[in-house]
């Protein structure tokens, strides 16, 4: 693996970096994880987050079961 250092507000490039990873690994604040979660949905990645499930990111669990992903919160 490799920790990089990226904005996710900046778009194109938080697309670039998730698109080249297997497995995204995010220990941003939790308020971020939805914007990384759809990401991942869209780059078909599995996600792992250092945070709670919030009712937000449990919007993105029956499209991340249909896509055969992993999202641990």
């Given at each position: 693996?490799r ?5 996710i ?6 697309e670039?970096e ?9 220990l941003?604040?939790?308020?971020l994880?939805?914007q990384v ?8 990645k ?9 009712d937000?990111?449990?919007?993105f669990?029956?499209?991340a079961?249909h896509?055969?992903?992993l999202?641990?919160?």
């Amino acid at each position: 693996g490799r920790a990089i250092v990226f904005d996710i507000n900046e778009k194109q490039a938080s697309e670039q970096e998730i698109a080249a990873a297997d497995v995204v690994i995010s220990l941003l604040p939790a308020h971020l994880h939805p914007q990384v979660a759809a990401l991942c949905l869209k780059q078909k990645k599995h996600l792992l987050t250092a945070s709670y499930v919030s009712d937000e990111m449990k919007g993105f669990h029956d499209e991340a079961l249909h896509n055969n992903l992993l999202f641990l919160n």
